[in-house]
Every structure is written in C-alpha cells, then in structure tokens.
C-alpha cells in the first residue's frame, strides 16, 4: 500500500494495489495518475450518475474462498442503458472486476487472450468462440463510453472514453473482449449472486431508498405528470400522448412517439408495491408484446418490476397466465437435434417450444433500456414447466432469460389487488400439469393387482380338477325332423364349479340343432341351452373359405355336485345320406381365462384414465407450439 | 381417486377370486331351472 498526497488539495491519496495506476481523489475528484511515487493531476473527474446500487467503495466480499475490497469503479453506459465495473482487490494481490447491471452481477478476471480472437468488425452476434478450451458465444457487442470513474483503476479512463466490448457465455461461465487495447484484453469469470459474496459495507438501506424515491417532471410532450420510481430507468413512457421520453438526460427529451388507438389498463398498476419471492418490488413499467404466427396475432403483458436489492425483474401475462422473468447473463448450451431443439441450463433440459418474432406494441411508465414501440426481437422459448428458457435476440446482443410459472393467486397475494384476476384460459407453455406424478402410481398398482388376479388364476388352473365325467358318441339320422335322446347318468363331484360341454361333430357343410338340458337327477335341477352347429366351407374365386365350426363347447357355471343326466333333442336337416355323428364330452372344472382378462379390462380403465387426463393435457400445451402438427403427448416428466 | 381405484381394484380381485371359484364365465349361456316337475321325471332309463 502506497500513499501519496493529492497534488489538488494535499488530501491523501491511498494506492491499495500495486497494478493500479489511476486513482481519483476522494475529496477534490482529481484523476490522479501514478508515475513511481510522483502524481500527475489530468484533471477532475466527471461526476457520477446517481444509482441505487447497493455496492460502494471498501464495500468487502468472499469470491470462491478469497477475501476482497471493492477498491476502484468505472460508470460505463451503452445504447441500452448503464452498468458498474467494480474493481476488485483480493488479499493476495490479486485483480479482478465485479460487473454490475439490472441487478446482475459478474465476476471476471483478466485471462491471456488466445490468437484466433476475431476483430471487432468481425464478430457477429451468436457466433461461437474458443476460450481456453471452453465454447462462448457471442451476446453482446456494443461500443461503451465511459461515464466517470472512482477510487482505484488499474488503466487510464475518462469521461467519453470509448470501448468497444464484446460479450460472451456459456451455460457457466461469462467473458468479455475489451478491444480498447491492441492486442484486445480478454476477461474471463463467471455470473453470481449478491448474496453468496457475503458483501459487508454496503450502502445503507435509507440511502437507497432516498436514491430510488420517485421523481416527478412534465412530459415534454404534453406537459402530462411522469414518475421515476427507479434508478436504472433510461425511458418512460407517456400514457397519454405516446411519447417515449429520455429519463438520463436531465432535459428529457423525447426519444420517440407511437400512435395508439386503444389504451391498455394494466392489471397491476403503476406504482403498486408487491413482495414476492422474497423480496419487495415496485410496478414501473408496462408493455404490450404481440407475436403473429399465420396472420393471427398473440397478444401479451409484461411488467417490468424494481427492487433496491434485486434489482430488475420482469411478470409476463397471457391468458391469465402468469409468469417471473429473471435475466441472466449465462447462455445455456443449444442443441439443435432434427426432430426438437434442447436447451440444457444448470442441470435441467428445456425443449423448445416455439420461436417468433415478438413487436412490441404498446408501452406505459419506465423502462431499463430505451424501448420504443415497434422494436422487435426473434424469441425462441424451451420449456421444462414449470420453467422456461427464452432466448431473445436482436441484432445487437442475445439475451436469455429464466421463467417461472406463477399462480394468478400468488400475484394476487403479494400486490394485494383489490379484484381477482382473470382465471386462465387454456395451457400455457409452462405451465405445470396438475397429474405431474399421478400417472406412474396408477400403473404400479395396475401392475400389482394384475399379479395378484395371475397368482389366483395360476392357483385356481393348478387346483383344477378338468375331469371328464362323460363322452359318448352319438349318432343324428338326416330326417328334417327333431330326434330325442337320453344319456347315462354320471357323477358331478367336488366344489360348486363349472362344467363344459363339447361336441365334436363331423359336419360338413351342414348344420345340426341341438336343444340340450342338463338335469340332476335327485333335486330335478336343470340347466338349458340349445346350440346351433353349423360349418360350411368352399372356394370361390381361387379363394378357399370357411364359415362356422364343427365343434362346439359351452361353460355352465354354478354347477353343484350330484347325479346329472343329459337330455338332448336334436334337429337335423333333410335330405338323408350320411348320419352326422357327434362326439359329445362333458368336463368337469376347467380353468377359465375369460374372468382374468375382464378383471385386467376392468382394473386398466383406471391408469388409461389418468394417462388420458395427463396426455391430453400436454397435446392442448403442446397445440399451441410450432410442433402442433405432430403434437408431443409425452410428458416433461417420467410419468408416462 | 387413487384411494378409490385401490379400494376398487381390491374389490375386483377379490370378486374375480370368487367367481373362479363358482366357475363363473362370461361365456356361460345356460339358464338354471330348479326343480321343475316335469324334468324330475324325464330320466326314465
């Protein structure tokens, strides 16, 4: 640690780190530049804008084990609005910076820049790179201009300078390419949490509130009362004559107009104070976004939310369906298969859904970038409900954001609205199925009762007895008349049970009508049936054919034991030749098979209905996605 | 409703047990009369 005295004032000018090279005077705001133990003043550094990021100078955190002070900060500003580099110094000496913007956070240290680096010129949006043997793709390119700078800085910076930076991701890590230096300097890191840098000496809470109290002026267009609820807002939009007016530039100009013929009325107003999920959140903005997919037009709501701690956030509203959008900096990793692209991000496979080219139509209060009404953005959105990847591109960056599908109710809760929201129409892309997991349990005990009804199938055919009580041949004269016949008493013997009667005739092509009566003989009970025996057979056309059969069998249930006789009347066609003989057996207890596939039948309906439930359920999801056509019916889950 | 499909899957079984038993068959045709006089006195062999 070196300190010096600040040739402006004579205030003590402290250079914690040994590669910092600038630092600003705490008291005058003079640059100072090092030179061995001598100061050079370049003059008084521009003033920073107001923010109300929670981070400050000899603010301290962990990084991954690594203690560190927030020693310098450079205030960058890009076409669609502002971001913090904080720069930081670990306890070994170590540099590295803390991106800040919309909440986001990014940690980042300088890496060797690889040769196959493309020139700025070169590098197009979604274009993938090699660093370090990691794949990025670029998501941003843009030219920045420094705003101010404070404390520590290990290069030369001022108001209006230029960098040309590109950005780049992947599903874990961030990078970016700073091309204000030849040969361009490379920073490689990764997106974090607040939270898990465990930062003390922080702002004070009251001073954020102070920072992000609203500000009220004029439209510039029509004199109309405008607020700013947030620090971070670069535009507001004017409900009442369409203008989009500058929030940075302290004259606000008007940045755009658009003609509207019909207001919207959000239904969370402007202004309204919600906590949800943890924290609280302030309505600033509003925006209408349309898709047109075969010249119909998809309509939906977003609503851009502000926190002091969490910073931007975002609720999407279609249908009555609800959604929390968070931005993040990562880039899942795309796999473009033939049949369904997926998205994989920290463990989870999104499939994609649909891609379309979202305008927007409408805008209402303040906004993070400087929206206009007509910018579009290609949209590619991946689900696994109830999440949802959308990948937003324009032609100067790529941004993916995560989904959370969210009750109306929760919304409802934590706004405290006065009237109910919509009930939702149909199924949303991410919506979770309310049979996720119902399924599979009913196909397990499908699985267990259908080996319970085999186990007892297989006990009952072993315990069988499947005796024949009694056979005889019989023989039928060709009379066209009914012939009557009487057989033998034969013993029926064990547990009530069944008992199958078979004939086995020698028709051919003819037919024989037997009226058979089984009697017992001490109780004079009697079990009727008539059987109808035909078979006919030819060919016709080179074809052979066949018609009925000649043998016959029926099942008589309930059959007690006893003493039984047969008593058969049997009609037979005329025209003599040859007598029809009929083998006739009867059988005792023969194990059937017809009441185990109707109890399987009947204990199936039950898993089919809840798969029905499950699958249609996802066919309507689907129905709305570019794979209509061919819609998947399998579930997000394994439950089919 | 998956309370009620074990309560009736418990119960299907346990009638599919019974009617194995009884030597139920959906492909039964007969028609049961007891005792009718004139079929007690049919058995003349």
């Known amino acids: 640690m070196k300190t010096a005295n600040c040739p402006s004032c004579g205030a003590p000018v402290t250079f914690r780190s040994s590669a910092s090279l600038l630092a600003v005077c705490g008291y005058c705001k003079s640059t100072l530049i090092r030179h061995d133990l001598d100061l050079e003043n370049l003059g008084r550094m521009a003033d920073l804008m107001e923010d109300a990021s929670p981070l400050q100078l000899g603010a301290e955190g962990r990084y991954k084990n690594g203690h560190f002070a927030l020693i310098g900060r450079i205030q960058l500003r890009y076409q669609q609005g502002l971001w913090n580099e904080w720069h930081l110094l670990f306890d070994n000496q170590k540099s590295g910076w803390l991106s800040e913007v919309n909440g986001n956070y990014v940690v980042t240290f300088p890496s060797p820049a690889p040769e196959n680096i493309p020139t700025f010129d070169a590098a197009r949006i979604g274009d993938s790179l090699q660093l370090h043997g990691q794949a990025f793709q670029i998501s941003n390119k843009e030219t920045a201009s420094c705003i101010a700078g404070e404390g520590e800085l290990p290069f030369k910076v001022g108001a209006g300078y230029e960098a040309p930076v590109i950005d780049l991701a992947n599903e874990q890590n961030s990078a970016t390419l700073d091309y204000s230096e030849t040969p361009p300097l490379l920073y490689v890191g990764e997106q974090v949490e607040l939270a898990d840098l465990k930062m003390t000496g922080l702002r004070e809470r009251e001073a ?32 009442s004559c369409g203008s989009v007016v500058d929030a940075a530039n302290e004259n606000h100009q008007i940045l755009s107009r658009f003609r509207f013929q019909n207001t919207h009325e959000p239904k969370l107003p402007l202004g309204a104070r919600g906590h949800l999920r943890g924290a609280d959140y302030d309505v600033v903005g509003y925006l209408r976004r349309q898709a047109t997919v075969e010249n119909i037009d998809y309509p939906w709501s977003e609503y851009l939310l502000f926190s002091e701690r969490e910073g931007f956030r975002w609720l999407s509203e279609a249908d009555g369906h609800w959604n929390f959008i968070k931005v993040t900096t990562r880039t899942p990793k795309v796999s473009r298969s033939l049949t369904k692209p997926t998205a994989s991000f920290l463990g989870t496979t999104y499939r994609h859904f649909q891609t379309s080219t979202a305008k927007v139509t409408y805008v209402l209060g303040e906004f993070n970038w400087r929206v206009s009404v ?69 196909w397990k005990a499908f699985a267990a009762f259908a080996m319970g009804a085999l186990l007892i199938q297989v006990v009952f055919m072993i315990g069988a007895q499947n005796k024949t009580v009694y056979q005889n041949s019989l023989e039928f004269e060709r009379i066209g008349a009914a012939s009557s016949l009487t057989t033998e008493v034969f013993p029926v013997s064990g547990s009530t049970g069944n008992l199958v009667v078979r004939n086995q005739t020698s028709l051919n092509n003819d037919w024989l009508y037997l009226d058979m009566e089984l009697i017992e003989r001490n109780s004079g009970r009697s079990y009727a049936f008539g059987r109808d025996i035909s078979y006919y057979h030819g ?12 043998r016959d069998e029926v099942v008589l249930s309930e059959v007690p034991a006893g003493e039984y006789f047969l008593q058969i009347q049997a009609e037979t066609p005329a025209g003599g030749g040859a007598q029809i003989s009929d083998r006739l057996v009867v059988v005792r207890d023969v194990p059937q098979w017809s009441n185990f596939f109707l109890v399987l039948l009947g204990l199936i309906t039950f898993p089919v209905m809840a798969w029905w439930r499950s699958h249609s359920f996802e066919s309507r999801r689907w129905a709305e996605s570019d794979y209509a056509s061919t819609s998947d019916s399998d579930s997000d889950s394994s439950d089919d | 409703m998956f309370k009620t499909y074990i309560a009736a899957g418990l119960l ?27 079929s007690r006195s049919a058995y003349h062999k």
């Open chain 1, 208 to 239: 954020l509130a102070g920072k992000a109290r609203a500000k009220s002026f004029n439209c510039p267009g029509c004199a109309a009362p405008l607020q700013i609820r947030a620090s971070g807002t670069e535009s507001v939009a004017c409900g």
């Open chain 1, 374 to 442: 007509g910018e579009e953005a290609l949209v590619s959105d991946y689900v696994a409900p109830p999440l949802m990847l959308s990948e937003e591109k324009t032609g100067q960056e790529i941004t993916w954001s995560v989904t959370e599908y969210i009750e109306p109710e929760e919304i409802s809760a934590a706004f405290k609205l006065e009237q109910p929201l919509l009930r939702p129409i149909g199924v949303a892309p991410n919506q979770p199925s309310p049979y996720h997991g119902k399924v599979w349990p009913y």
């Open chain 2, 12 to 38: 299907a079984v346990s009638l599919f047990s019974y009617a194995q038993y009884q030597g139920w068959s959906v492909w039964s045709v007969s028609e049961s009369k007891p005792q009718p006089g004139t």
């Open chain 1, 539 to 550: 060919v016709d056309g080179g074809e052979s054919w066949s018609e009925g059969n000649a």
